[in-house]
């Protein structure tokens, strides 16, 4: 059954009216969209940092960053790989990683520190069990018995410490992405 209805022509200023909030609606929808995916950057980069914790402390110890670091017979096979098109040494390029590593873990090894300690003094094992889990690769099983709690606890502490570490690492400018 079809009714009859009056059809509403809108005027100029409701088009904009409503123009206007939906364009506000879809923007504040498209940055909550990017902190999300921030947060979620930022959450992979921590993890990604304690997983490779000790392979960082490798490249610092082992980076070979002057010819005085490399035996006669390395020297001699990669001799002409070490010089760019303009015959400058490419070494340059290893040393200034093994420097931005230097520092980044630094920065790494202080946060770590901090947040232990804040998690003794509070009694809270969410530090040990993300020590556990992605530095040392224990089993997350492993770990809750460790500590004593049951494996969905573990796996909460390590969400909750990844994502205060998160903030700690990552700065204030953060917080607000990795506390939702």
């Not at 909030?21 to 990604?48: C, D, G, H, P």
């Not at 002057?66 to 015959?87: C, Q």
């Not at 690769?137 to 969400?159: F, H, K, Y």
Request: hydrophobic share 40%.
């Amino acid at each position: 059954m079809i009714e009859n209805q009056e059809t509403h022509v809108l005027s100029q200023e409701e088009i904009i009216a409503l123009a206007s909030r939906t364009a506000i609606r879809v923007f504040n929808e498209q940055i909550e969209e990017a902190a999300k995916n921030r947060r979620k950057r930022l959450l992979y980069n921590t993890k990604k940092l304690l997983k490779e914790y000790d392979r960082l402390h490798e490249h610092i110890d082992n980076a070979v960053v002057s010819i005085v670091d490399m035996n006669p017979n390395e020297f001699k096979a990669v001799l002409t790989d070490t010089f760019d098109r303009r015959g400058h040494i490419k070494v340059a390029a290893i040393r200034q990683s093994r420097e931005k590593t230097i520092v980044m873990l630094a920065h790494v090894n202080t946060m770590l520190l901090a947040y232990r300690q804040s998690c003794e003094a509070k009694g809270d094992k969410a530090f040990e069990v993300i020590w556990r889990v992605y530095v040392k690769r224990e089993d997350m099983g492993a770990t809750a018995n460790r500590i004593g709690v049951s494996q969905r606890t573990a796996e909460r502490l390590a969400s909750r410490g990844i994502s205060e570490l998160s903030i700690l690492l990552w700065g204030v400018g953060n917080l607000a992405e990795c506390c939702r």
